[in-house]
């Protein structure tokens, strides 16, 4: 066989050791580590590489804002700001029709701007939310349906891990990226509580309602997560208006919300203890995934299967946005057999210089970004979709009592819901640039 379809057979052979539970990060580097070794009849380059991939890697500082993060995440949610977010979205809603369900996605969207990660967001929103959906009669699939969804905004809207992850890859700017996914996560936002507006019309009987909250509960509400404000006022504002670096303002986002944690009395030293270890383990996970990647896509780059599919792509006389909407669908069908961590890291070395070289119609310099986005946002609908769908299992965990076929046709209208919002973002760029360019 030629180099060329060495690198080709290579994919296969990886989602075969995918589907046989291998974890991604070893199967990467077993593959990139097997070709490299097929191509060049001995592991000197391989071993080569070695010695100072990893190094070189992990001491880069910027790296260092994903466990950063990830901690934030953990010490938030030990501080409770999960109860109180959902409490305040609670008390201005409920009494709307459908409003305890869009309370619970307006909480799972403001854990999500101090936490970062789809997983936790939904973990913990369920727990808070779950019950109360289920004590104002919401049916088990509105209940758990909104929920997945919700979950989903913890990767969108910033500060995110993933989208972190992707600008590393795509060695585009961090600070820029979370710009350009403030618009597009208020959006995602907005169109979930318009698509339970929708769904509780059509469907009388799966809400309830709750009592109007008086005044002053509101207000008290409010006071209550001003702290939690506070800190994604903080950070955010913090790398926008250039006080922090993103990295720093990782830094004082886990501190601050550590702080908060420790004055509500929920991080004790073995919370603080189970935080950082959890901390360290999901480091050490992504960091794994990152090494067999730089493994892999050295494989495929030495093979020239990047390079000639950029040189194909290129002569292919079709419109590049039919392209583009072929590799945005190639995400659709990956997110429901893998997680979206290793999707952006098996895809973006690949995907994104094909695209770049294609003519959108967009500055070059802004390209990353939006095409950054709108990635992001079909690996979120992976997270809502069967057969692996990560946030249908944890709330429907939750949930044993609800099968997962109902939570399964309960977050087919969000997917809707995200489908729209995809065309809308292709169709005008603008959407996801337009803050960037008003800011830098």
């Known amino acids: 066989m030629s180099r060329f379809e060495i690198g ?26 097997g070709g490299a070794y097929v191509l060049n009849g001995n592991t000197v380059m391989v071993m080569s590489q070695l010695k100072h991939l990893v190094y070189g890697e992990f001491s880069s500082y910027s790296f260092s804002i994903i466990p950063l993060f990830l901690l934030m995440g953990h010490f938030a949610t030990l501080g409770g700001m999960s109860a109180a977010l959902f409490k305040a979205s609670e008390t201005w809603l409920g009494h709307r029709k459908g409003g305890v369900a869009m309370a619970a996605i307006g909480a799972c969207a403001g854990f999500g701007a101090i936490c970062g990660s789809s997983l936790a967001t939904a973990a913990t929103m369920g727990k808070v939310a779950l019950p109360e959906l289920r004590k104002y009669g919401y049916t088990g699939r509105l209940a758990t349906g909104a929920l997945a969804a919700g979950g989903t905004l913890g990767i969108l809207i910033p500060p995110s891990v993933i989208l972190v992850v992707y600008a590393m890859l795509a060695e585009e700017n961090i600070a820029k990226l979370f710009v350009a996914a403030f ?33 002053a509960e509101r207000l008290r509400a409010f006071l209550d997560v001003a702290p939690v404000l506070a800190i994604f006022t903080l950070v955010v504002g913090g790398i926008y208006l250039g006080v922090f670096t993103p990295t720093e303002a990782a830094a004082v986002g886990a501190a601050g919300t550590g702080l908060l944690a420790l004055v509500s009395g929920g991080l004790t030293w073995g919370k603080t203890v189970e935080a950082t270890l959890e901390t360290a383990g999901s480091t050490g996970m992504i960091f794994l995934i990152l090494i067999g990647a730089k493994v892999f896509n050295n494989f495929l780059a030495l093979s020239g299967v990047p390079q000639s599919a950029a040189a194909w792509a ?45 003519d959108f119609g967009v500055d070059p310099a802004e390209f990353g970004l939006w095409f950054g986005i709108l990635v992001l946002i079909v690996v979120e609908v992976g997270l809502i ?12 965990a939750m949930a044993k009592d609800i099968p997962i076929s109902e939570t399964f046709k309960g977050t087919l209208p969000f997917v809707i819901t995200d489908l729209v919002r995809v065309v809308l973002l292709v169709a005008f760029p603008a959407l996801t640039l337009g803050l960037v360019r008003l800011v830098y």
């Open 385 to 396: 979709t069967p057969p692996v769908g990560m946030n249908l299992f944890i709330i429907n």
């Open 183 to 215: 618009v597009p996560g208020l959006l995602a936002a907005l169109g979930y509580v318009i698509c339970i507006a929708i769904y509780v019309r059509v469907r009388p009987h799966s809400s309830g309602v709750r009592d109007k909250a008086p005044l």
């Open 314 to 358: 290129g002569a292919l006389d079709i419109s590049p946005w039919l392209i583009l909407a072929t590799v945005l669908l190639l995400y659709l069908a990956f997110g429901c057999i893998m997680d979206s961590l290793s999707m952006i890291f098996l895809t973006v070395p690949i995907i994104f210089p094909i695209m770049a070289a294609l």
């Open 8 to 33: 080709l057979w290579s994919f296969p052979v990886l989602l075969l050791l995918i589907f046989l539970r291998v974890p991604i990060g070893v199967a990467m580097f077993t593959v990139g580590f």
